[in-house]
């Protein structure tokens, strides 16, 4: 996962911005097959904020891929890249190495039905 901020300097209006915004989207998307959404604070001409989620089962390619990312937005035209934030979350071996979230409710139910199966046996 990754956070990006943008400024948008030139920006006068949300048109500008959403135009600047979208054509990083599009390039990056292109390039790198990853998922971009704008999020945070929509009505800011200014000012962007972008998520990036990357999916891969090696945590060297997800670290590259970000780093791809990172690069193509300190390079826009029309906007600085002012910060940024990054996480790689591993599942581990079969998808089972994080728990809490969907992992713990999918446990739960499994264990309910589980329970529920030994109980009307």
């Known amino acids: 996962m990754l956070r990006l901020r943008l400024d948008v300097p030139g920006a006068?209006?949300?048109?500008d911005k959403r135009s600047v915004v979208r054509s990083f989207?599009?390039?990056?998307?292109?390039?790198?097959?990853?998922?971009?959404?704008?999020?945070g604070v929509l009505d800011d001409p200014r000012h962007a904020t972008l998520g990036v989620a990357?999916?891969?089962n090696s945590h060297t390619v997800c670290d590259q891929m970000i780093s791809s990312v990172?690069?193509?937005?300190s390079t826009l035209p029309d906007a600085l890249l002012a910060d940024r934030a990054s996480?790689?979350?591993?599942?581990?071996?079969?998808?089972?190495?994080?728990v809490g979230?969907?992992?713990q409710m999918l446990g739960d139910l499994g264990d309910?039905?589980?329970d529920d199966e030994g109980e009307s046996a």
Do not use: N
């Not at 989207?25 to 999020?39: H, I, S, T």
């Not at 996480?87 to 994080?98: A, C, K, L, P, T």
């Open 12 to 15: 006068r209006s949300l048109k």
């Open 25 to 39: 989207k599009e390039r990056v998307q292109a390039r790198l097959k990853v998922a971009v959404a704008e999020v």
């Open 54 to 56: 990357v999916v891969s």
């Open 70 to 73: 990172v690069s193509m937005a």
């Open 87 to 98: 996480e790689i979350v591993s599942f581990g071996e079969g998808g089972r190495g994080v």
């Open 101 to 103: 979230g969907i992992e």
């Open 112 to 114: 309910d039905d589980h």
